[in-house]
């Protein structure tokens, strides 16, 4: 099935932005396009769903962070992005990438985020 990479987690200060990228590179075009992706975090011992993109494109976002963050797809280079701006202390988390496929799902290791001045 090929494994779930998230990458370009760091530290920033609040207020400051980052983008993170989630690719499943061994998995054909065609099995990445009818996937649906969705980036968690977790700070404690729950992990929440931060934002989701469907297969036609629709998109999810938890409230805590809607205006803030922006998931896309790149179907051709089977990539997802989760763009973070106006970042904020209590998103300080382990950000993890999941893709569904059917009633299948698969996560990445998680990337650690913070935001600390």
């Known amino acids: 099935q090929g494994p779930v990479v998230e990458s370009g987690g760091g530290l920033v200060q609040p207020g400051g932005s980052l983008r993170l990228s989630c690719t499943a590179s061994r998995i054909i075009l065609s099995v990445f396009n009818m996937n649906k992706w969705s980036w968690y975090r977790q700070a404690g011992n729950q992990r929440e769903l931060v934002a989701s993109i469907?297969?036609?494109?629709?998109?999810n976002y938890a409230d805590s962070v809607k205006g803030r963050f922006s998931i896309s797809r790149d179907n051709s280079r089977k990539k997802v992005y989760l763009q973070m701006n106006s970042l904020k202390s209590e998103d300080t988390a382990v950000y993890y990438c999941?893709?569904?496929?059917?009633?299948?799902?698969?996560w990445g290791e998680g990337t650690q985020v913070t935001v600390s001045s």
């Open positions: 999941q893709r569904q496929a059917g009633s299948d799902i698969f």
């Open positions: 469907d297969t036609d494109g629709r998109t």
